[in-house]
């Protein structure tokens, strides 16, 4: 058998091309008619008033802010060190970043993040003495007021001294 016309096309491939183009089509008007309506219309008065608002952000400190005083003793030493961050992750001391990530919430809500929280009464801790320091932590952290004595009497004590060895070592 032999063909015709062996250069005619079937009419499934014209219906489908015919198709793909009325899509595209009408994927590219929506996108004309819709698009166009999401981008905001801004007016040129509202552009200086957002300047103006940006530049007043800078003065929002960057890292956490808090004074902390803390009295370390131990059988031979004793010894008084403040902490003060302001904000400035440029200039102010390491220990400052390192109690912030200590302290994910400082309303005490969970004791596990947060190292200022008092061991609770009912913990299940190991009674072994890890060491004879102590230290005492007084001053404000992010705006809470922050009063509080860490011993290593105890395993639950001594995993708050460990979170908390960024206060309790003599700041350099």
């Not at 004791?111 to 102590?134: H, I, L, M, T």
């Amino acid at each position: 058998m032999s063909k015709l016309n062996p250069h005619r096309r079937s009419p499934r491939t014209t219906g489908t091309a015919l198709l793909a183009s009325l899509c595209c089509a009408g994927a590219l008007g929506y996108l004309l008619v819709v698009g166009t309506s999401l981008v905001p219309v801004v007016p040129a008065t509202a552009v200086e008033s957002e300047v103006s608002a940006v530049s007043e952000l800078t003065d929002i400190p960057a890292g956490p802010v808090g004074r902390l005083q803390v009295h370390v003793t131990d059988r031979t030493q004793a010894y008084v060190q403040n902490l003060t961050c302001e904000g400035n992750t440029a200039t102010d001391p390491a220990a400052c970043a390192k109690v912030a990530e200590l302290t994910v919430d400082p309303d005490g809500e969970d004791s596990e993040s947060n190292p200022f929280v008092e061991v609770a009464d009912d913990a299940v801790c190991r009674d072994k003495e890890y060491g004879p320091q102590e230290a005492t932590i007084t001053g404000v952290w992010d705006g809470v007021e922050i009063e509080t004595t860490v011993k290593r009497t105890n395993s639950c004590e001594e995993a708050r001294w460990e979170r908390l060895r960024p206060l309790t070592e003599p700041l350099g």
